[in-house]
């Protein structure tokens, strides 16, 4: 069965840190490219970035650049987000997505709040 599970997400103050961790099981994750997608409160759902099968390659969305960093770990069969100087408008649940095999997450939630 295949399994993903993010974690590490909550409440933190705009300007802070968080970093998310997507534990993958029951299928051989180092064989494909993962994708973090978010969906805000009332809004649709949005690319935030993506990395490729080695982590040798990773993308951006516009808004998360030169803040968020993608990562994995083939090894632990991880795949992480490292968020540097929150904004409220990063709000939102995230998830971590196989998207060529279409499994995703049940996602964890992160609060950019004072």
């Known amino acids: 069965e295949v399994q993903l599970v993010e974690s590490g997400g909550g409440l933190v103050q705009p300007g802070g840190s968080l970093r998310l961790s997507c534990a993958a099981s029951?299928?051989?994750?180092?064989?494909?490219?993962m994708t973090w997608v978010r969906q805000a409160p009332g809004k649709g759902l949005e690319w935030v970035s993506s990395i490729d099968s080695g982590g040798g390659r990773t993308y951006y969305a516009d808004s998360v650049k030169g803040r968020f960093t993608i990562t994995r770990t083939n090894a632990k069969n991880t795949l992480y987000l490292q968020m540097n100087s929150l904004k409220s408008e990063d709000t939102a649940m995230y998830y971590c997505?196989?998207?060529?095999?279409?499994?995703w997450g049940q996602g964890t939630q992160v609060t950019v709040s004072s």
């Open positions: 029951g299928f051989t994750f180092s064989n494909y490219a």
């Open positions: 997505v196989a998207r060529s095999i279409g499994y």
